[in-house]
Every structure is written in C-alpha cells, then in structure tokens.
C-alpha cells in the first residue's frame, strides 16, 4: 500500500512501529500534490516548509517514545478561511489576497498540540458562498471522481483532497451543508457537529449562528478521531462548550426516516441507493420508522434569510481600510469602501451581502428576519420531537449527486437547492454525519445520519454501520 492511502490509524501505526518516519509520509504527500494538484485544484497554497517543520518535531516526539497522539505526524489539509499562523488566509477572495494569518485558530492549535502536519490550505467557494467550490476567485476545483464534475461546496478543496489521497484528513467548515454535501460527491466522509462543540474562533465567519468546523476524512474512525481533537469548550468562543462522548453503542438502534426528504426532483438513483441502505440496516436488526419534520419546506427560505443577513454583518469588516484589498483608484472615503467592495468581492457573495442588507433594512426587517427566526424555532422543535421517539434521523445528503462543471452557475436558485437536505440541520444545530453509501457509476452517493444535541457518538457508532 502507498503512504498516500492511509488511514489515520493504519498511519499513526506505521509511525509507531517506525515502518517510516513523519518526515517520508509528509513527504510523500506533498511529492502527490506537487504532480496531481494541478489537475483538482484542491489546494490554493501548499505550506511545504512549515509541513516538514512540523514532521521533524513529530519525528521527535516519536522517537522519545511513550504515548503518541494518534494525530502526531499525520499529515492533514485546512480550509482557506481557518487560520494558520504565518500562511495565506484569503477565504478563496480577492478582497483578501494578500493576508496573512496573524495566529491560529483554535481548530489549528489543538491539531499542532497533538503533533499534526498541515500540508496547506484547501480551495473553497469565496468567503464560503456557494454549493460547487466555482465562487472561488482563484479557480474551480474538480471532483476527484469524475473532473468534468463539481466536488460540491463550500468545503470542495477538503474534500478532493482527501479524496485525491492529497492528505489523509481535512478541515472544512459547514454553514447550510458544506461539509456534507461535498463529502456525499467526493465519497468521503464529513462530520457538522453539534452548534458550539467546537470552537470557531480563526475562522473567518459567513453565517455565525448556522457557522460549524468538522473534520472531512476517509472513514468514520478517522473523522471520529479528529473531532474528539478539536472539540471543546474555548475561553475565545462564548458559544462553545465542553460535554462528554458518553453515548455506548446499542445492538438495536431505532432509525427516523422524514417522509418530507423524499421529494419530486430527487434523483430516482439516488433514492433507490438510500432505500436499498435503510433495508439493509433492517435486515440488520434496527427498526426503521417514518417521521415527519413538517416544517423541512420552509427551510431553504428561512436560511437564505437568516444566513444572508448575518453575511451582511459579518462581510462589513471589509472596507478596504482595516486590511484587505483597497482600491487605489478610490478618490475619497466612501469610493474606498465602494470600489474595494465592489472588486475585491465575487458576484455571489456581493449577491448575498444585498441580499441580506435589503432583509436587514428599515421597514423588512420584522417581514423577513423576524418571521426567519420565529420559523428557525419551529424547525428546530420538529427535531426535537422527533428525536423523543428516534435514536437518529436518516436522511439524504442531496438529491443528486456531482453535477457537471458549468451546470448550475448562471442559475443560483438551482444551485441553492442543491442543499435543500442539509440546511436545516445547521437550522437545529444538531450533529450529522455524511458517509458514502453507494455510487451512479462512479460517481458516489452520500447519506446523512442526524443525532440529537451532542450526541455525535451515537451517530459516528451507526456511520460504522451504513
């Protein structure tokens, strides 16, 4: 087997037993990027002298022996808008080209803490606006399985990555379905944690209250592997917590199934391949059950508003002044924030930041944001319901799986409803864990097993499961 198709266990084995060094295993991974990068454009910038920095001190830490983080030396890509001190954080923008990270996030501290080698940062769409990673200013990123295809976004550069075997694990953040929905058409596995059970803190905010970090990995122990590393309560986050992975594994697990995820349009293909996973888990002993989450269709609508009007706030940072791209043109304070503004964003984020000053503004603001809010609160209460008589929903992750480059972007309505399945879990705030259940060909399908608050240890046991 080569070094570039481990898993993060069968390679903290390897480094163990000293079948090789950290050295020769980042090595071997940025020798892969340098000649297959080109063809996905997974990575943006590839970080070759802080990876065999890192690879030294894991070398280190190995050879005095004792415990090995199952982490130490296992090389690993990050998402463009997670800082990592002294690299280029430009959240695939030009507004942010040129800046470089002062610090690192708390996501990237606890992964150096524990020996890790960060290979680079990952391609995205732009300040994580879109479903496709083509909003990115500095080009598309291909899918792995198919090149012609989208790898799904926002996190599309974590998951070609770890799909090209351009890493062992990644990075992504999940904000409407951005780690799952990408790791469904690379076929791969994502994780969106519970909301606050890890720490955001460095990484540059799009939506703040739907915004979550998870791990993007080959299997579920992996990926299971990396969140129990960077969850946590963060002094830096009020909204981050600390709880336990308590859940044990069941014999018998009792399995929701929304009848409103099963809709016209879906791909008959792809509801074919969940149907055939929800038997075979019959068949394995678990009761599968309908549920209804009677509110699902409005989700789409109340996300758009909500994440909108906070992209609203949370882009207004850049100014052209603080730091970022300033137009040299500008003749006086209010063409500096105009045309900085105006080139340094990208169509789809200028779409969305007007999108959600017009629903902020005087006169809609109780129409639209209100009305959001009070419906966020009723989706959220279909889940808990729900789970009062379910041990985890099972649900799709998109109606379709990769899409052709090309396909969706001059119709951003088609494009949004390519997470149709994920947003209103990031609505909820509960955990779901997206993991390859089939393929169209070659191109991979993608189910979603959804838990109650916190509870990512129940889901990661039935992920092993699918």
């Known amino acids: 087997m080569e070094l570039t198709d481990l898993t993060i266990r069968a390679a903290h084995d390897g480094l163990a037993a000293k079948d090789f060094s950290a050295r020769e295993l980042a090595a071997a991974y940025l020798d892969k990027i340098e000649k297959e990068n080109d063809k996905f454009f997974a990575y943006l910038a590839v970080a070759n002298d802080l990876a065999l920095s890192q690879a030294k001190l894991a070398d280190e830490r190995i050879a005095k022996g004792g415990d090995i983080p199952l982490l130490c030396g296992i090389p690993m890509a990050v998402k463009d808008l997670i800082l990592v001190d002294g690299l280029k954080c430009t959240a695939a923008s030009k507004i942010l080209e040129n800046y470089v990270a002062p610090y690192d996030a ?12 960060i290979l680079g940062k990952t391609n995205m769409d732009e300040f994580a606006m879109g479903s496709s990673t083509e909003t990115s200013a500095y080009g598309v990123t291909r899918n792995p399985r198919d090149p012609g295809r989208v790898p799904g976004g926002s996190s599309g550069g974590s998951a070609a990555a770890v799909a090209a075997n351009l890493c062992v694990a990644a990075l992504g953040t999940d904000t409407g379905g951005s780690i799952r929905q990408p790791a469904s058409f690379c076929g791969i596995v994502g994780l969106k944690p519970t909301y606050g059970a890890v720490s955001r803190y460095g990484a540059m905010a799009y939506a703040s209250s739907l ?24 002094e830096m986050d009020g909204t981050s917590v600390d709880f336990k992975l308590e859940a044990a594994p069941k014999q018998k697990y009792r399995l929701g199934v929304p009848k409103e995820y099963f809709i016209k349009g879906m791909d008959s293909q792809v509801e074919a391949i969940i149907r055939q996973k929800l038997s075979n888990l019959e068949k394995q002993g678990h009761e599968v059950v309908e549920i209804s989450l ?9 996300y758009y ?18 730091f970022g791209y300033s137009s040299p043109d500008a003749k006086d304070i209010e063409n500096i924030y105009l045309e900085s503004r105006g080139r340094g964003f990208g169509p789809e984020v200028r779409r969305r930041i007007m ?9 809609y603001y109780d129409a639209y944001y209100v009305r959001a809010q009070k419906v966020r609160t009723l989706i959220k209460k279909d889940f808990d319901k729900a789970f009062q008589g379910v041990d985890a929903i099972i649900a799709p992750v998109s109606p379709t799986p990769a899409f052709a480059i090309g396909e969706k972007t001059d119709d951003p309505l ?32 993608g189910l979603q097993i959804i838990g109650k608050h916190f509870d990512e240890s129940t889901i990661f046991d039935i992920g092993k499961l699918v």
């Open 211 to 234: 915004d979550q970090i998870g791990p993007m990995a080959k299997t579920v122990d992996d990926a299971k592997i990396v969140f129990e590393t960077i969850r946590g309560k963060d």
């Open 106 to 117: 708390t996501v990237v501290k606890k992964l150096k803490n524990e020996g890790a080698v």
């Open 414 to 445: 088609q494009m949004y409803l390519s997470d149709i399945f994920t947003i209103s879990i990031n609505l909820a705030g509960v955990p779901s864990l997206a993991v390859p259940c089939g393929n169209i060909g070659n191109l991979p399908v």
């Open 305 to 322: 508003i909500i994440a909108t009007s906070e992209a609203s706030a949370n882009l207004a940072k850049f100014d052209g002044i603080r």
């Open 294 to 302: 009677p509110h699902a269709e409005y989700a789409l609508a109340c």
């Open 355 to 363: 999108l959600g000053t017009y629903v902020l503004s005087a006169g």
